[in-house]
């Protein structure tokens, strides 16, 4: 164990010595907000959109921080700088942001916050083992039964920690195939998102991704979009199915740890020809450059050292 420093509610402690109260709400009632941001050459990318993002969902669910946006991004960069040391020289990290109302009294009123919001804040190493091979071979994406839960319930823009939804439809998308990855629908049979990302079909040349009325607006999304439009890519929101993405071109995620994770696979289904296709390949290249690292390389490189 590196024993990294973790954020606390204003203290910074060794995340082993690391607790909350077991009547905290982001334990009673999963009432917490989060961000989950990665390391490029261990700078945060898009710090500043991934706090503004947090505050919205603060915002909406009437969490009062006690911090200024300006405060929150100190506070992270802090921690970043005090961690740099555990980290080696080319490795990158995540910066994790969760944050709860604070302690819920059982049986009293939960839309109260009761005590000051309990702020957590750390980093772990970017280990991006889990889909490192399928930025050659592509993912098989698998649609479980588990729809996600509509806007109308919950605004799928506010991202919170209440994900046994998620769990579960990824949890039975792993059952079909142990190394799928899910893609969701909302209950009127439309494409959603992935438990932890958005989703791409490239068709006739042009990249088309469902509208934020059914998924998370990922950071991860908007970026793919901008390098897209630098490439001269048009881009398209739309409302697609999954006959959309068992006859597109080219399918791939985005999401933050990965930046783009092509599938080649869609319910059992070829994609095309079953390799990975040019645009998505164009899209990695214009990532890489934006972020100055290779994106593939530093994630195939893991297969080697593990
Ligand atoms: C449900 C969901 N969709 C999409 C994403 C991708 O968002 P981003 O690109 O901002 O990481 C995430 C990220 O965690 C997520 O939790």
């Given at each position: 164990?590196?024993?990294?420093?973790?954020?606390?509610?204003?203290?910074?402690?060794?995340?082993?010595?690391?607790?909350?109260?077991?009547?905290?709400?982001?334990?009673?009632?999963?009432?917490?907000?989060?961000?989950?941001?990665?390391?490029?050459?261990?700078?945060?990318?898009?710090?500043?959109?991934?706090?503004?993002?947090?505050?919205?969902?603060?915002?909406?669910?009437?969490?009062?921080?006690?911090?200024?946006?300006?405060?929150?991004?100190?506070?992270?960069?802090?921690?970043?700088?005090?961690?740099?040391?555990?980290?080696?020289?080319?490795?990158?990290?995540?910066?994790?942001?969760?944050?709860?109302?604070?302690?819920?009294?059982?049986?009293?009123?939960?839309?109260?916050?009761?005590?000051?919001?309990?702020?957590?804040?750390?980093?772990?190493?970017?280990?991006?083992?889990?889909?490192?091979?399928?930025?050659?071979?592509?993912?098989?994406?698998?649609?479980?039964?588990?729809?996600?839960?509509?806007?109308?319930?919950?605004?799928?823009?506010?991202?919170?920690?209440?994900?046994?939804?998620?769990?579960?439809?990824?949890?039975?998308?792993?059952?079909?195939?142990?190394?799928?990855?899910?893609?969701?629908?909302?209950?009127?049979?439309?494409?959603?998102?992935?438990?932890?990302?958005?989703?791409?079909?490239?068709?006739?040349?042009?990249?088309?991704?469902?509208?934020?009325?059914?998924?998370?607006?990922?950071?991860?999304?908007?970026?793919?979009?901008?390098?897209?439009?630098?490439?001269?890519?048009?881009?398209?929101?739309?409302?697609?199915?999954?006959?959309?993405?068992?006859?597109?071109?080219?399918?791939?995620?985005?999401?933050?740890?990965?930046?783009?994770?092509?599938?080649?696979?869609?319910?059992?289904l070829t994609i095309?020809?079953?390799?990975?296709?040019?645009?998505?390949?164009?899209?990695l290249q214009g990532?890489?450059?934006?972020?100055?690292?290779?994106?593939?390389?530093?994630?195939?490189?893991?297969?080697?050292?593990?």
């Amino acid at each position: 164990m590196k024993n990294r420093k973790v954020y606390i509610s204003g203290d910074l402690v060794p995340d082993s010595e690391a607790k909350i109260s077991i009547y905290d709400s982001a334990v009673l009632l999963g009432d917490t907000v989060t961000e989950s941001t990665r390391t490029f050459n261990y700078k945060p990318f898009k710090l500043i959109e991934h706090v503004d993002r947090l505050y919205k969902s603060l915002k909406l669910t009437r969490i009062d921080p006690g911090m200024t946006k300006d405060e929150m991004i100190e506070v992270s960069e802090n921690l970043l700088a005090v961690n740099k040391e555990t980290y080696g020289d080319n490795e990158d990290c995540w910066l994790v942001h969760n944050i709860s109302r604070g302690l819920s009294i059982t049986g009293g009123n939960p839309t109260l916050q009761v005590s000051k919001a309990t702020i957590m804040i750390y980093t772990q190493p970017m280990i991006l083992l889990p889909w490192a091979k399928f930025y050659k071979e592509g993912c098989h994406a698998v649609t479980p039964s588990s729809r996600v839960i509509p806007s109308q319930s919950l605004d799928p823009r506010l991202k919170n920690r209440s994900r046994l939804f998620y769990t579960l439809g990824e949890m039975e998308a792993k059952l079909v195939d142990p190394d799928a990855q899910s893609i969701m629908l909302d209950i009127h049979g439309n494409v959603a998102e992935n438990k932890g990302g958005n989703i791409f079909i490239v068709r006739d040349g042009k990249l088309i991704t469902p509208t934020t009325a059914n998924c998370l607006e990922g950071l991860t999304r908007a970026t793919t979009i901008e390098v897209a439009k630098s490439l001269n890519i048009e881009v398209i929101e739309a409302v697609i199915q999954p006959y959309d993405l068992s006859t597109a071109d080219e399918l791939f995620m985005t999401s933050t740890p990965y930046s783009i994770m092509p599938a080649t696979k869609y319910n059992g289904l070829t994609i095309a020809d079953g390799k990975v296709g040019p645009i998505t390949k164009k899209l990695l290249q214009g990532w890489s450059d934006r972020v100055g690292l290779d994106i593939v390389k530093q994630a195939e490189d893991q297969l080697h050292i593990h």
